[in-house]
């Protein structure tokens, strides 16, 4: 982990609430949280670097980071 992950880690609001963010019946109390996070881009931008294969990061699921790595590569099938 990096110096600078660690910085944006500090500022994210879910410090501290890890576990709601890894249970799918709180999924969306965790992205109502994100929502307004200060530094939601920051995580995104390391879950999809990560890849993080679990939870909430950056307000997106892991099936959502997926698909936006998918339409970001040009990979995945054309339906």
């Not at 600078?4 to 109390?29: I, M, T, V």
């Not at 997106?60 to 790595?69: I, L």
Request: aromatic share 8%; proline share 4%; with cysteine.
């Amino acid at each position: 982990m990096s110096r600078n992950s660690a910085l944006w880690r500090k500022h994210a609001k879910c410090a501290g609430r890890g576990d709601l963010f890894f249970d799918d019946l709180y999924e969306q109390q965790a992205k109502a949280i994100c929502a307004d996070c200060p530094v939601r881009e920051q995580c995104l931008d390391h879950a999809v670097r990560t890849p993080e294969q679990y939870g909430i990061w950056g307000g997106t699921t892991p099936q959502e980071r997926r698909r936006m790595t998918m339409a970001f590569t040009g990979r995945g099938s054309k339906r």
